[in-house]
């Protein structure tokens, strides 16, 4: 069974350790098989090794100077570590190399939520919700960020415009009762 497969039943099973040598396995076989650096970069984090798993990520982008996932990993270590520039600075690169990839963007105005900088955020999810008007977490992200920067009439316009585009939507009767 191939190693990456097989770290990620192990990993699913709780076998950390045995997930862990799969992995590495797995890259020396191949040093350059994402799903298995990324794998192991999760372990390296979740234990608190920020330093070993920060390694792992930057190899891939050494690799691949565009890779999302090892982007958006990289933020969320220095975010974890309070290293609030530092997360800035990894999403805005993930948002530059990836203009298209949703997950980018969402991630950032999350952040500039969490961190209560709330006109870049509301900036920032006006980017999102202009270049991607059909998705419905771009307009969610707007309307929380419009709530959160107290424009609550605003928010309450773009939950009905999300509400017109994806009528179904989970987000929608979330928000709107």
Known sequence: MPYNFQGTINLAQGHTAEAKKNFTEALKIQPDFFPAALNLGEIERAAGNFEG??????????????????????????????????????????????PKAPMARLRMVNFLLQTKNYKKALSQARDFSQTSAKNPDALDALARTQFAAGQQQNAVATYRQLATIAPQSAIVFHRLG
């Open 53 to 98: 798993a920060r390694d792992l990520y930057k190899k891939i982008l050494k690799v691949n100077a565009k890779h999302l996932q090892a982007m958006l990993r990289l933020a969320q270590i220095e975010q974890t570590q309070n290293n609030i520039d530092g997360a800035e600075k990894w999403l805005e690169s993930a948002i530059k190399e990836n």
